[in-house]
């Protein structure tokens, strides 16, 4: 389902967004980083559509969710080319809007993307958010695949955190 249309190398599109809290308990615990959460911490979640589209590759990111300092990021990669393309785990970095680095390295995600079809997984941010974060920004650099977009890299911006 294509909902908004995308145009030029570098282009964006932010569509209205939801947040909602839910809190979890001892059974329902959110998976990834956020399954170190205490049983009652309430887990703050954005949804959405915050994407980027450069040549025949184009990374959502529909989902973010946030409890205790820790967020995941649920992405989507589409592979429009005709060759597979692969985005490494250690590629992925994380922006805060304060100009701080996050590491990602616990996420699941597989990196490989065939030829016309599309990924997901999560990006998990190893260290807490910082204080006074509102958004973050989520790259994937050595991008590697005959069609793969000009510099090797995709940027998202402006991925809210929730409240």
Do not use: C, H
């Not at 909602?20 to 980083?33: F, K, L």
Request: charged share 15%; net charge neutral; no cysteine.
């Amino acid at each position: 389902m294509i909902q908004f249309a995308l145009s030029g190398s570098n282009s964006t599109a932010q569509p209205n967004t939801t947040t909602t809290t839910t809190t979890s308990n001892g059974v329902e615990t959110p998976d990834g980083a956020l399954e170190t959460t205490e049983p009652s911490a309430d887990v703050k979640v954005q949804t959405g559509s915050f994407k980027q589209q450069r040549g025949m590759l184009t990374i959502e990111v529909t989902r973010v969710e946030a409890a205790n300092g820790r967020v995941k990021l649920f992405v989507t990669a589409t592979n429009a080319s005709q060759a597979r393309m692969t985005l490494p785990r250690d590629g992925i970095a994380v922006l805060d809007d304060l100009k701080r680095t996050y590491t990602a390295s616990s996420s699941k995600w597989e990196g490989l993307v065939t030829q016309g079809t599309t990924t997901q997984g999560t990006v998990i941010l190893d260290e807490k958010l910082g204080t006074g974060v509102n958004s973050l920004t989520l790259t994937f650099s050595s991008i590697s695949g005959q069609f793969a977009p000009t510099g090797a890299a995709i940027t998202v911006p402006g991925i809210p955190i929730p409240r």
